[in-house]
Antibody
Framework: QITLKESGPKELKPTQTLTLTCTFS??????????MGWIRQPPGKALEYLAL???????RYSPALKSRLTITKDPSKNQVVLAMTNMDPVDTATYYC????????????WGQGTLVTVSS | SYELIQPPSVSVSPGQTASITCSGN??????ASWYQQKPGQSPVLVMY???KRPSGIPERFSGAHSGNTAILTISGAQAMDDADYYC?????????FGGGTKLTVL
């Protein structure tokens, strides 16, 4: 059974850096073709892709946010970490951790999401 | 920039068929996925590779792809299908989501 759980700060001030951790179980991020990533959703708005990291450390970022994002993995800890710099109130959103199966272009497993609020 | 266009809303009567479209340039060359999201919940994958249903998704959900348009069809819609639906596809090195469609079953 695959499970994903996000953790990190609930509130941030503008210009701060957000660091989110996804702790997972039920699969190995060392398995060929497997990827994990982050998707966010501002309140009442659509889903927005942020970043993906694959078993071979290949990384894919949203072109619009690439300069602010860093995604890393630690398979030994079953964790994936997303850092997002220079946070702004418009970055207030629920951030989801997602799993992409071997060589899949879809996300079958999602975490419960964590709401991050950016406010001064 | 690449965009996936969905109608903001679709309404259907219980038992009838609802179709939700997703359009985008060059979508004909890509696999589309669909997600269902109910209020306060995480999205659920209901269709992948255009027309494949994950385990546990009812047979009333089906998918198709015609040219630059992907289509999610719900045959015999039920009250439980009332939700937001998002399409998703790859563009270059980035995933893209459509703006979402609110399906109302009433």
């Amino acid at each position: 059974q695959i499970t994903l759980k996000e953790s990190g700060p609930k509130e941030l001030k503008p210009t701060q850096t957000l660091t989110l951790t996804c702790t997972f179980s039920g699969f190995s991020l060392s398995t060929s073709g497997v990827g994990m990533g982050w998707i966010r959703q501002p309140p009442g708005k659509a889903l927005e892709y942020l970043a993906l990291i694959y078993w071979d450390d290949d990384k894919r970022y949203s072109p619009a946010l690439k300069s602010r994002l860093t995604i890393t993995k630690d398979p030994s800890k079953n964790q994936v970490v997303l850092a997002m710099t220079n946070m702004d109130p418009v970055d207030t959103a629920t951030y989801y951790c997602v799993h992409s199966g071997p060589y899949s272009s879809s996300f079958e497993y999602w975490g419960q999401g964590t709401l991050v609020t950016v406010s001064s | 920039s690449y965009e996936l266009i969905q109608p903001p809303s679709v309404s259907v009567s219980p038992g009838q068929t609802a179709s939700i479209t997703c359009s985008g340039n060059k979508l004909r060359d890509k696999d589309a996925s669909w997600y269902q999201q109910k209020p306060g919940q995480s999205p659920v994958l209901v269709m992948y590779q255009d027309d494949k249903r994950p385990s546990g998704i009812p047979e009333r959900f089906s998918g198709a792809h015609s040219g630059n348009t992907a289509i999610l069809t719900i045959s015999g819609a039920q009250a439980m299908d009332d939700a937001d639906y998002y399409c998703q596809a790859w563009d270059s090195n980035s995933e893209m989501f459509g703006g979402g469609t609110k399906l109302t079953v009433l």
